[in-house]
């Protein structure tokens, strides 16, 4: 029996020996077309020689010197790029080591930034329900993910949730798409009034949400209704691109199709591409001021923050972005991936919405289109779907609990950067199957 305390203790999982490209091969020789990145993080598909190389390299010359005591030459050179392409008033990067500790640093950022302007009885986040910010307290307190956070929530600090921006099942009959996106601004302030607005220190939210409800971008004009919220009551506006950034969606950052100004973002999976593990808190100036001119000190840190080798994988990961311009690549391929799954499953029986940006795609699932109703949660329609694709030499990242955390399933695609129009064929014609006979699996259980 293995020693590995597996995610899912109990299960057998195939051992991962090789990668190239968008392929992962088994021990056992199968190959399997990696079509969501693991979790949305191999955005230059396994083993890049670039990648690899310049992580070698720096071995080589430095594995590791506490973040206490130095800088590194990879860390300077990531940040420079990074702020190079942020978002306006973005200025500093502080580097951790994944996505929840993105988090964990911007919740604590948010917060010592208050304290150090005089403000401490801020201490309340709204974030939205059917999200998901990371697994560690603080980030699940923030998340809005009814079964991650169930059997923790007497640990959880508390926040506030407002409903997610979830224009397939949130709009009203009649309503456009513009006045969707005011009604939930309108609920954003009501929840900050109730609280309290001088205890309110931000607003927590991932502009196309991943995990939980498969590639939800808002509706036009919802960001920029909630920036003005965030301004009129001095809060903070805390995006989180953990999954969604780093050109995932076609641009750098996800929130630059919204027109929005962050104060903080988090990014990470994209960051490093599973090179290495890294992820980013990147702060607009003024909490970096108020922080460097206040006590001096951030109270927080973590042993492997800034990691020379983290760093030296992702400045080769974010370097080859550029230079190759793959931005423009995921554009184009992501259209085209749109395209393929329009063809295949806009008139599918039980697909109610295909949605998504780039190559950041989703498909939610439905019993029955016309009333949106979902599959019985007991069938794991989307466990099936993982599994039959699986079997198939596919992967793709399906889940459940896609309404209410316990209600819908859906599946999420994030295929490489460097995916061809051959691969995007093969990739919507093995899920087709998979999803076929999953859904064939699931009616043969209900009858
Ligand atoms: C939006 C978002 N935030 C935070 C996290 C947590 O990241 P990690 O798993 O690297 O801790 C995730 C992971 O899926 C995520 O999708």
Aim: charged content about 20%; aromatic content about 8%.
């Amino acid at each position: 029996m293995s020693h590995v305390f597996y995610r899912q203790p109990g299960q057998e999982y195939p051992v991962a020996v090789a990668g190239d490209g968008i392929t992962i091969v088994d021990r056992a020789g199968r190959r399997y077309l990696d079509a969501s990145g693991g979790a949305a993080v191999s955005c230059l598909g396994h083993n890049h020689p670039r990648v690899t190389e310049a992580i070698k390299a720096q071995a080589d010359r430095l594995a590791y010197a506490h973040t206490s005591f130095f800088t590194s030459e990879p860390a300077e050179q990531l940040a420079d790029h990074l702020i190079a392409g942020a978002p306006a008033g973005i200025d500093q990067v502080y580097f951790v080591s994944g996505g929840s500790e993105a988090v964990e640093a911007a919740l604590k950022m948010a917060r010592q930034y208050f304290v150090e302007i005089g403000q401490p009885e801020r201490r309340h986040f709204v974030a939205r329900r059917q999200s998901y910010h990371g697994n560690t307290l603080g980030a699940l307190a923030v998340g809005g993910n009814a079964w991650r956070r169930r059997q923790f929530e007497p640990l959880l600090t508390e926040a506030a949730h407002v409903s997610p921006c979830y224009a397939y099942r949130g709009r009203e009959p009649g309503e456009s798409e513009e006045a969707y996106g005011l009604r939930l601004a309108a609920e954003l302030e009501a929840t900050v009034l109730r609280l309290g607005p001088e205890t309110v220190i931000g607003f927590v939210a991932e502009p196309v949400v991943g995990a939980t409800m498969g590639a939800v971008p808002a509706v036009p004009g919802y960001f920029k209704a909630v920036r003005q919220v965030c301004d009129r009551y001095g809060m903070l506006l805390i995006l989180d691109e953990v999954m969604c950034g780093m050109g995932r969606t076609g641009t750098l950052f996800a929130c630059e199709q919204e027109g929005v100004r962050p104060d903080l973002v988090t990014v990470a999976k994209g960051l490093g591409a599973g090179y290495q593990p890294i992820g980013a808190t990147l702060v607009a100036r003024p909490i970096f001021e108020a922080i460097r001119d206040g006590s001096g000190f951030f109270q927080h840190g973590h042993t492997y923050m800034g990691h020379p080798l983290a760093c030296a994988a992702a400045l080769a990961v974010q370097q080859t972005i550029a230079e190759e311009q793959l931005l423009g690549r995921v554009r184009r391929q992501g259209a085209r991936l749109r395209e393929l799954l329009a063809t295949r499953f806009g008139d599918h029986p039980n697909v109610g919405e295909i949605r998504g940006r780039g190559l950041f795609q989703g498909l939610e699932f439905v019993a029955d289109r016309a009333s949106k109703r979902p599959f019985a949660p007991e069938h794991k329609l989307h466990a099936r779907i993982k599994a039959a694709a699986m079997a198939r030499g596919l992967l793709c990242y399906p889940m459940g609990g896609t309404i209410d955390g316990r209600s819908g399933d859906h599946l999420l695609l994030a295929p490489p950067f460097i995916v061809s129009e051959e691969e995007l064929e093969e990739i919507v014609e093995r899920l087709a199957q998979a999803i076929g006979a999953a859904v064939a699996a699931v009616s043969q259980a209900a009858a």
